[in-house]
C-alpha cells in the first residue's frame, strides 16, 4: 500500500517488506507531480518485493516503463529491482561512483579481493564461505545489466515542477547519495542517517577510510535546511537530524574507544577484536550469533581499524599463522 506522507508534492511511502532480514523494510519513495513520477529505491531482487512495488505503483498509477527512478546505492535492498525500470522512456539515476562500483561487484571482481581481506584476519574460512554465499547483498542483487543516467554530487534532477538534487555522501558504500528538496526542506537519507537503528559502516576494497569519510559527511548532512527527514528503513524522522547525527556520532566513538581498550590489552585480528565487542546480536553472544551478523561484526571493526590507524592510534603488523600471512593490530 502507497502511504502518503507529504503534500505539495506529493510524496508517498511503498513499505516494502524485507522478509528474514534483521532491517525489516524498505521505504521506497515515490515523488509525484503532474505527469511525472520519482521512485527512489526498489527492495531486493525476489518476488515479495517486486510483487509490493508493481502493487504501490499501480496504486499511484505509475508503470515501470514510463517514470524516474534514482538509485541511492548499491545495496541490494536499494537496487535490486533496478533492472526491471530498464525502458526506452524511464531513467535510472544512480551516483557515477556508486553505479561503477556496483558493476565491479556484479562482475564478481570484488568477491576475491574482500575474502583475502577477511581471511587474513583470521575469519575462520569455512565460517566464511558460509556467511558470504547467504549474503543478501549477492544473493539478491541485481543479476542483468541496466542503463544507468550516472550522476555527480550536485546534480539536478527535475520532476514536473519539482527540482531534486543530488548529494554524495560516501561513507555507508562507497558513493551512497541522499535527494534534497531544497524549496521543500526534505531530505531523503537513505541508509545515511537512519533513525531506528544504526548503519552499518564497513570496510570497502578500493576505498580508503569509510568511517572518515562517513563522519564527515554527518557533518556535511548538517549543512542543509532540513524539517523533514525521510530514511530508507523503519520509521520515518522523530528526531532531528542534528539530534540523530549526534547519537550516531557518539556511537562510533564508543566503538573506537572499546576497540582501544580490548587493543591495550591484547593486540588481535579483526576477527578476533569483533569477538570482544559489544554487538546487539539479536540476544545472543558471539559463538551463538548467526554466521551473516558476524560477517557484517567483522566488516564494521575492520572500517573502525583502519580510522584508528590514519589517526596514528592503532598500527597494523602481520605474523605468519599456518603457513598463512595474518593481520594483527597493535595500540600505539
Ligand atoms: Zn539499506
Redesign the pocket.
Known sequence: MAEQVFHHPDIYRIDIPLTGNP?KN?NCYVIQDGAESLVIDTGFRNEECLRTLMEGMAELGISLKHTKLFVTHL?S??AGLAQYFDYPDTRIYMGQTEHRYLQKLMSGAIRGVRETMYLAEGYPPEKYYEADNKNPARVYMPNQEFAVTELQDGDEIQVGEVKVTALEMPGHTPGLMCCYLEKEKIMFTS?HVLFDITPNITNWPEMEDPLGHYLKNLDRILEYEVEYAFP??RNLSYKTLQQRTGEIKQHHRKRLEEILEILRKRPGGAYEIAAGLTWSLRGKDWEQAPEKQKWFAVGETLSHLEYLMGKGKVVRKQKEAEGEVRNFYVAV
Open positions: 532491517l524498505l545495496h535492498d536499494h541508509d530508507a528503513h
